[in-house]
Nanobody
Framework: QVQLVESGGALVQAGGSLRLSCAAS????????MGWYRQAPGKQRELVAT???????NYADSVKGRFTISRDNAKTTVYLQMNSLKPEDTAVYYCNAFIWSNYWGRGTQVTVSS
């Protein structure tokens, strides 16, 4: 059974930083493409960042230069370091794993106050 468990969401002031974690189990983590998506109230879920099994990364334009995705295959965990946070980063952040199918976590709330 695949499980993705996010943690690290919080209320933070604009300009602050947070690190999200996603602990994965039940999948061959080392060959999965892992990603972070977010969904703000009234908006569609959108890509934030992905990291492939070879370590290559992809970012949404809105977070380039501020967010960094990384993975630890030994801990089967993917991280999202978020710096210079803005109020528009407020959303529920979801962890995603793609390995022949898409798997999702339940999400963690990030709220950035102005």
């Amino acid at each position: 059974q695949v499980q993705l468990v996010e943690s690290g969401g919080a209320l933070v002031q604009a300009g602050g930083s947070l690190r999200l974690s996603c602990a994965a189990s039940g999948i061959r983590f080392s060959i999965a493409t892992m990603g972070w998506y977010r969904q703000a109230p009234g908006k569609q879920r959108e890509l934030v960042a992905t990291i492939a099994s070879d370590g290559s990364t992809n970012y949404a334009d809105s977070v380039k230069g501020r967010f960094t995705i990384s993975r630890d295959n030994a801990k089967t965990t993917v991280y999202l370091q978020m710096n210079s946070l803005k109020p528009e980063d407020t959303a529920v952040y979801y962890c995603n794993a793609f390995i022949w199918s898409n798997y999702w976590g339940r999400g963690t709330q990030v709220t950035v106050s102005s």
